[in-house]
């Protein structure tokens, strides 16, 4: 019960932050790329933290979903909204197509056959130029504001949609975590041979959840095309900016958890913007730099991600060992 | 006639591919660690040859011993200030911390060496052999001859030092090792540098071919990445035969279709090949 | 008592951090009010780090050379000597994140414009900013696309990337013939980005115009090593000139492995890796009377450009050049339009022509921005490397030295 009203507050309190910010500001956007990279990690956590497989290509669906609802709507007028949805749709299709070479492959294989999978699809978007754009990238052209074409004015909608898309998308990661799948994806993690036998179709299991996965990552990416209004490939497909950035932020925060996603976030994408705020001017190379070796410094100091430091928290306030 | 000056070309290409990844190879398969950081010792192995060459007038190809000790040295502190905190950690905590590296090390040279460009001049440049119709280019075949060399000294001392015996020890077992008296913390160390080492001689080498500047390690982490992983994660061999392998594939697919595509056709082939043999092609499952 | 603790712990962490982030949000005071005209803010967003940093790099020189110029000469006068402040940031090498440094310049800075930022990727994702929020955006980004929107705020002082392109096949044509050569077969090769796919699409306009087969037509992957299929290729193909659009590592191995196979047609390169000292550096003897297309070149006012020289140890590139344009431009429309308000200097650069001062360097001798943001005046010019540096061959009436023609 409690537990309850511990996340109302944080809601509500999280409701109420971006209308302290000027709405068409600078900290509005970047609470709104920090809310997108948390639900993007979030999405990532659904396998990257409950079924214990790295991937390292998720940009593949991102970027899926980033160039349907844009195609649709420079082509056919589509409101992003439906973009969205058939975007995830081809998500979807894109994780069973993904998942189906990669599911034998253990740790490491799996993450390095996924960022080929995601350098594959950059590659296409690349030389499908009558498409998508080639390397010239894509605009999201200018309409009239409109909430059913998704388009606005100002950025303060934007921050609310990327809030309601986290607060959903953690809801699911939970139901997952707690549900069926959740148990059966642990038992896989565990000892997969072991859940064979008990009768768990690890494949199937797997399946779904690197689908689900698939499917929320790519409606995303619509979010963030209406967001960023220009990308091309080597952003949405990038393996460095997206698909390393969420797979670091889930982990930095704490994988497998709800919450860990979001810590990491709202450490990472503030500090870059801080680091290039203060450091950029003064030399090249010096904002990434201390950027890296915070990076550094944060992973020696707490290897499982930012929840250890909570759960130590609460497990010394409540005189209970650390779950 | 194409096909056979593709294969050449890609032949010899691969080489220098594997001579570059043999160290990734080595680091995973003895501490288990994914080095994201390896392709930013290349890069340090180029400038050091770099500036051998800018200030001693070294070949490259001669300051390439150079670039090898400079990396071991580096390789060797981070090794014993960074990566042994996070040996007992999850996994992923151990490649994110190499993430940071990567970071680290390409912004610390970009602010210490400057964005310019740097390439060397050298005698044999811009000649290539003939062999009838063939050509063989002279630089790709000195790389090649230089990572052949350097393999076969890997190979002996993998084999016949004790050094080398005591590596592959902690690599199968780390407790047995340690049981038997084998140092297991200096053997990572060893490991990790040597690693680091082999990847910045391989860019010494490639010097004569390839400009470097501080961002140069992002053009050929994914591939040496895929040459590691094709070849099996962790074997010597499969690094060998990763290396040649894609070079070759490089080449022949550019035969076949538009150059642009070149990269997409490795990574398909590389899913395939993943997808038939999950252990890749060498690699013994783990 | 142990749950109250724990929800306290939870709530005091996102409260803390809701409460810092409305600190961070308050406008922060930079500095204390002068005694004289409070200074200008002018944005300047380039790569400063990643694959572009030398360009950027390049690109922020010969803005600080002009702003020091113009401060040391009394600042602005209609603004009562107001003095330049240039807000200098790295764009990094993703366009998003070039969106929100432009944000926060707009709104942590209060910037006046914003120069920026080399890449066209870089500079698409400014302009999105800039136009929604009417900020004038100055650069030589010459993509089509950035003109090509009908948007009100952008200012581009080189012509576009088809023009250019077009100009690299033709001014080819015009040397070769003057030479009593004639050209009917040539090769394109170009990196897939958003600048060589661009200035590809000129070259083989300027091909179909002119009738020139072209025999051999590929892009290849940024970030090559190893370029021996593409220069098989070549060989195969029987061209009599080449016009690869590359930046430096590329045109390095393009050229070595033409050496390698005794391939002696012209090169024409596209601008970027070819107009750079590095490039000679590279290939020393080699870069010998290699062509180029640039957008525009230093020899053309040497009195102003050999002032960067001298300061920073290399010959102004273009994009130094370029930029320095942009910033003389901008003061001028600031000084036109007497204010520093966005709106009234976007009001004075719309249309407007600008002569004197550094628009003399460009070809034209002034810069003229049509209703689509673009300079009508540039056209692009042919370059020759002699003896370490570029000298203009082409056109005719602003060469500074005659093309040497080797087929």
Known sequence: ?323 | MAFLQAVIDGLLVGGVYAVISIGLTLVYGVMGIVNFAQAEFLMIGMFVAWFAWAFLGLDPVLAAPLSFAVAFGIGWLVQGQLIARVLKAPSVAQIFLTVGLLIVIENGSLLLFGSQFRSVTTSYQTISLSLGPLFISVPYLIAFAMSLACGVVLWWFMRASWFGRAMRATAQNPMAAQLMGIDTALMYKIAFALGVGLTAFGGAVILPYVTVFPGVGGQFVVLMFTVVVLGGLGSVAGAVVGGLAVGVIQALSSLVFPIQLQNLVLFLVFILVLAVRPQGLVGASR | MSRKSSNSAGLSRRTLLAGTASLLATPLVLSPARAQAKPINIGVIMPLSGANAQFGINSRNGIELVADEINAAGGIKALGGAKINLVVADATSTPTTAGTVAQRLITQNDVTAILGAFASSLTIAISEVTERRDIPLLTMSFADQITGRGYKNIFQVVAKASAIGKAQLDYTSAIAQASGAKIEKIAIMYEDTAYGTAQAGGLRAGAKAANIEIVMDDAYPLGITDTTPLINKLRASGAQAVFPVSYLNDSLLLIRTMRQQRITIPAIGGAAGYVIPDFEKGLGEFAENVLSIAPANYDLAPDLTERFRKRYGYFMVHEALEHAVALDVLVQAIEKAKSAKAEDVAAALRGAKFTGGWTKAMTGGAVEFDQTGLNILSIPVMVQWRNKELVTVWPKDVAKGTAVWKS
């Open chain 1, 1 to 323: 019960m409690k537990r309850w009203i511990v996340i109302a507050v944080v809601i509500a309190a999280a409701a109420l932050l971006p209308l302290a910010l000027d709405a068409r500001g600078y900290w509005i956007r970047v609470l709104t790329f920090t809310l997108l990279f948390a639900t993007m990690a979030q999405a990532w956590n659904i396998i990257g933290g409950l079924a214990n497989q790295t991937s390292l290509g998720h940009a593949a669906f991102f970027g899926i979903g980033a160039y349907t609802s844009t195609i649709l709507l420079l082509k056919l007028g589509l409101s992003p909204w439906i973009g969205m949805l058939a975007g995830g749709v081809l998500g979807g299709i894109a994780a069973l197509i993904i998942a189906i070479p990669t599911m034998r492959l253990q740790g490491h294989y799996f993450a390095l056959a996924t960022l080929a999978f995601g350098e594959v699809m950059r590659v296409i978007a690349n030389v499908w130029t009558p498409l998508t754009g080639g390397p010239g990238g894509l605009s999201v052209p200018f309409m009239p504001p409109s909430f059913a074409g998704y388009s606005f004015k100002l950025l303060l909608p934007h921050a609310y949609i990327a809030l309601v898309a986290l607060i959903i998308v953690t809801a699911i990661f939970e139901a997952i975590r707690r549900g069926a799948m959740g148990y059966r994806l642990r038992a896989i993690k565990e000892n997969p041979e072991a859940a064979e036998v008990i009768g768990i179709d690890t494949t199937k299991v797997k399946l779904q959840a690197t689908v689900i996965s698939g499917v929320l990552m790519a409606m995303l990416g619509t979010l963030y095309a209406q967001v960023a209004v220009f990308f091309d490939p080597d952003t949405v497909f990038s393996a460095a900016a997206i698909s390393i950035r969420i797979a670091l932020i889930a982990i930095l925060g704490g994988v497998g958890t709800a919450v860990g996603p979001i810590l990491g976030a709202f450490f990472i994408i503030p500090l870059e913007e801080l680091m290039n705020d203060l450091l950029s001017s003064r030399a090249a190379g010096l904002s990434q730099l201390v950027f890296g070796v915070i990076l550094i410094a944060v992973i020696l100091w707490q290897p499982r991600g930012f929840i250890t430091v909570f759960d130590s928290l609460r497990a010394r306030l409540s005189g209970r060992a650390p779950s």
